[in-house]
T-cell receptor
Framework: QKEVEQDPGPLSVPEGAIVSLNCTYS??????FMWYRQYSRKGPELLMY????GNKEDGRFTAQVDKSSKYISLFIRDSQPSDSATYLC????????????FGRGTQLTVWP | DTGVSQDPRHKITKRGQNVTFRCDPI?????LYWYRQTLGQGPEFLTY????????KSRLLSDRFSAERPKGSFSTLEIQRTEQGDSAMYLC????????????FGPGTRLLVL
């Protein structure tokens, strides 16, 4: 079992829809939770991160972590065609160990 | 642009050849990471440095792989005797070192082994 599981999709939605992307993780030691966006043939771009449980909002993006169920979510409001990309969730233990554990990514297409 | 840079962006090589990739982190970031990403998968951790010290290596990093960060600035990743299974995107990331969560990635080096 991978440390972080993510449904690869693909997910296809019309412009303006609310998108929900989800991951689960297995390691109770994880403390930091990140979402990256990756366009085709590019490096991952950090969207936002949260520490422990709770919500964090940044513009049209909201990240949510529920440590009791080991569930990570990213919501995109008013989705745009430019949001079409692969979204990767990642976690780490917040210690000096440093490595990130990634899900396999969800491919999102927002059509006009 | 002061982001993470990687060179080359693409590399095609024949099986058995050696290849070397370079990563220049964001200035003043003392942590530098290498990951490998294959098609349809998320990045997988290979190794990371704090300044010039290599602090952790994944078991994915076989004896054919070596990474260095000689002066705590840029880093190189060398693959000796390449195999077709080494074909992947090799990603470099850096962080300021205060916490692991803010890792910023470069554009990657796409390797194809024929």
């Amino acid at each position: 079992q991978k440390e972080v599981e993510q449904d690869p999709g693909p997910l296809s939605v019309p412009e303006g829809a609310i998108v929900s992307l989800n991951c689960t993780y297995s390691n109770s030691a994880f403390q930091y939770f990140m979402w990256y966006r990756q366009y085709s043939r590019k490096g991952p771009e950090l969207l936002m991160y949260t520490y422990s449980s709770g919500n964090k909002e940044d513009g049209r993006f909201t990240a949510q972590v529920d440590k009791s169920s080991k569930y990570i979510s990213l919501f995109i409001r008013d989705s745009q065609p430019s949001d079409s990309a692969t979204y990767l969730c990642a976690s780490d233990r917040g210690s000096t160990l440093g490595r990130l554990y990634f899900g396999r990514g969800t491919q999102l297409t927002v059509w006009p | 642009d002061t982001g993470v840079s990687q060179d080359p962006r693409h590399k095609i090589t024949k099986r058995g050849q050696n290849v070397t990739f370079r990563c220049d982190p964001i200035s003043e970031h003392n942590r530098l990471y290498w990951y490998r990403q294959t098609l349809g998968q998320g990045p997988e951790f290979l190794t990371y440095f704090q300044n010039e010290a290599q602090l952790e290596k994944s078991r994915l990093l076989s004896d054919r792989f070596s990474a260095e960060r000689p002066k705590g600035s840029f880093s190189t990743l060398e693959i000796q005797r390449t195999e077709q299974g080494d074909s992947a995107m090799y990603l470099c990331a850096s962080s300021p070192g205060r916490a692991a969560e803010t890792q910023y990635f470069g554009p990657g080096t796409r390797l194809l082994v024929l």
